[in-house]
Each structure stands twice: as structure tokens, then as C-alpha cells.
């Protein structure tokens, strides 16, 4: 389904499910408000890994590795939806669980992909973060992820579902 289709992330689907499932429970705008606020959404995907025949492609800084960790991504130009806020509450959770996290933002002078993660934020203002296993060959037939990266991928949204209604209750942003 393409991102701008009838269905896909640019169209009203994820607006009106919040609304309805909302609306079992309070019909009021102000409540729709405050939950929309209260949300947060988690945009998993995959980030590209550091590729040993193109090293130069990534910051020095940025360079994610298989097995290392789940990935936030960053973009300035918000291609990736992650921002200072998002970014700091996956981070503290990851921390939480015991996690690694890697970090990729991309290079000014190098174009990028983007996510679901910023066009339904931008459509239904729900806090977002960008996230991914790092996968070296993206969209080629020999695509290769880590296995690690998936069992600890697996505890950083078990320890999101345990911990983020009390880390968020904590944080004054």
C-alpha cells in the first residue's frame, strides 16, 4: 500500500481508528486532545548497517553495526520522524532494559528514505521515534540482519511496554 493510497500512512486511517476506539470510552474533542498527546508511536523498520564497500557513505559517528543494537534514526530534514524528545525517552528506555542502541543520522550530502514514522506524525501530531535492526544490503535479494540485534530489538519494546507510561509520567518536556 502506498503511503499516500486511501490506506496507507498519509491517509486518515490511523486519525480515525484513535477516534473511534476513543470514542468507547469519551466522545469529547478536549479527551481526543490530551490522548493524541499522551501517545506515542513507534516506527520500526530497518536501518541501514555500516556496508564495508561503503564505509564513506556514513558519519564517522554514525556507523551501525550487525549485533550491535537496535538503531534511532535521525534526520534534520525529519525524512525520519525521531527528535530530541522521542530520541531521549527510547534511549532511557533502552538504558532501562539493558539494551544497546546505536544511533544513524544521516549525512547532509547524502539522500535518504523515509518511513511511515513522519507522515503519520505529521498527520495526527503523535510523538514519533524512528527506529530499526540494522541491515546491511538493504532491498537486495541477499538482505542480511543480525540475530542478536533481534532477541535484544525483542526486549527494548518489551521493556517500551513495561516502563513508558512510567518513564513518560516522569518526564516534563
Request: proline share 4%; glycine share 8%; net charge positive.
Amino acid at each position: 500500500i502506498g503511503s499516500q493510497s486511501a490506506q496507507g500512512a498519509g491517509s486518515p486511517v490511523m486519525s480515525e481508528a484513535i477516534s473511534r476506539v476513543l470514542g468507547c470510552f469519551d466522545t469529547s474533542d478536549e479527551m481526543l486532545k490530551v490522548t493524541i498527546r499522551k501517545s506515542f508511536l513507534v516506527s520500526a523498520d530497518v536501518a541501514h548497517a555500516l556496508h564495508p564497500n561503503y564505509d564513506h557513505k556514513h558519519d564517522k559517528n554514525h556507523q551501525p553495526i550487525l549485533n550491535q543494537g537496535t538503531v534511532i534514526k535521525t534526520n534534520q530534514n525529519q525524512r525520519y520522524a525521531t527528535n530530541a524528545e522521542t530520541g531521549f525517552i527510547l534511549r532511557e528506555l533502552a538504558r532501562r532494559g539493558g539494551v544497546p542502541i546505536q544511533e544513524f543520522v544521516v549525512r547532509n550530502d547524502c539522500p535518504c528514505g523515509s518511513t511511515i514514522g513522519p507522515i503519520i506524525s505529521a498527520k495526527v501530531g503523535i510523538r514519533t521515534v524512528d527506529l530499526g535492526i540494522p541491515s546491511l544490503s538493504m532491498h537486495s535479494i541477499r538482505e542480511t540482519m543480525g540475530c542478536k540485534d533481534v532477541a535484544t530489538n525483542t526486549k527494548l519494546f518489551t521493556t517500551f511496554y513495561n516502563e513508558f507510561g512510567k518513564l513518560d509520567q516522569s518526564c516534563k518536556f
